[in-house]
């Protein structure tokens, strides 16, 4: 699948991949602060964003669109950076192409199952009559009843648009994500992937717990994680300049 990407910057080349109903957009602002001194390749997975939808949503699928996307660049290696559903996709590149993978960067998530936690997200999203809204605005009021927390609606919404005069519609294709979620939190431990590894997690975060960490460094033996205090799951939207600065730090 030929998929939607912004570079941004020159040398050494940085793939970043977003979250689950993320886009490459949320992106921007880290990779601002990155430009300086990497390629920073910023990239819209399938089903999000830009890029094509499709029916099939799992971490082999979205590995080879990367892959895919490396070929056409014509890039044989990069450092790859993927954030929560992104990270996943990372790790799997690197377990399926690990010679194509120089640096390795996890952002809050683990390479361990995850049971389904996105009822209430799909909750609101269904929620939402999008042909009888009349500003995106309008969207939120639908979904506080099923998501309390303001950011959340807030970054969910940053995906609607209009795709005719006087309708909305979703970025992401919610149909295909909500068939595929439980692949969403699939394990991916059949791995020995020997290259440096930053996993960085946010303080305030459960997706990475201290005692995941002896499985993670069995898996990636040449690990090593950061904590970024006072950040939650979206570490990089809550303290950037911290999470670009450990990024700076490990890729050098």
């Keep these: 699948m030929k998929l939607n990407y912004k570079i941004l910057g020159e040398g050494e080349p940085l793939i970043i991949l977003h979250g689950l109903m ?38 082999a699928a979205m590995a ?78 639908y979904m506080i009843p099923y998501l309390s927390e303001s950011g959340v609606r807030q970054f969910l919404m940053k995906s609607l648009y209009r795709p005719e005069r006087n309708q909305f519609g979703w970025r992401f294709n919610l149909d295909a994500i909500e068939t595929n979620i439980e692949k969403v939190g699939e394990a991916l431990e059949d791995m020995d992937f020997d290259g440096e590894t930053l996993f960085i997690r946010g303080g305030r975060s459960n997706y990475i717990l201290d005692e995941d960490w002896p499985n993670i460094k069995l898996l990636f033996p040449n690990s090593y994680l950061v904590t970024i205090d006072g950040a939650g799951h979206w570490l990089h939207a809550e303290k950037p300049q911290e999470f670009v600065d450990a990024t700076r730090h490990f890729l050098g």
């Design 64 to 141: 080879g669109d990367v892959i895919e996307l490396m070929d056409d660049l014509g890039l044989p290696t990069a450092n790859i950076l993927g954030h929560s559903m992104g990270g996943k996709v990372a790790i799997k590149v690197a377990q399926e192409h690990p010679e194509r993978v120089d640096k390795l960067i996890v952002a809050d998530i683990g390479p361990r199952f995850y049971p389904v936690h996105h009822q209430d997200v799909l909750a609101a999203l269904r929620a939402v009559p999008l042909d009888k809204l009349e500003r995106r605005t309008d969207a939120e009021s």
């Design 22 to 59: 993320g886009m490459l957009d949320n992106w921007q602002a880290p990779a601002r602060l990155l430009e300086a001194r990497y390629q920073c390749v910023l990239v819209d997975l399938r089903n999000h964003g830009h890029s094509p939808h499709d029916n099939e949503h799992n971490y």
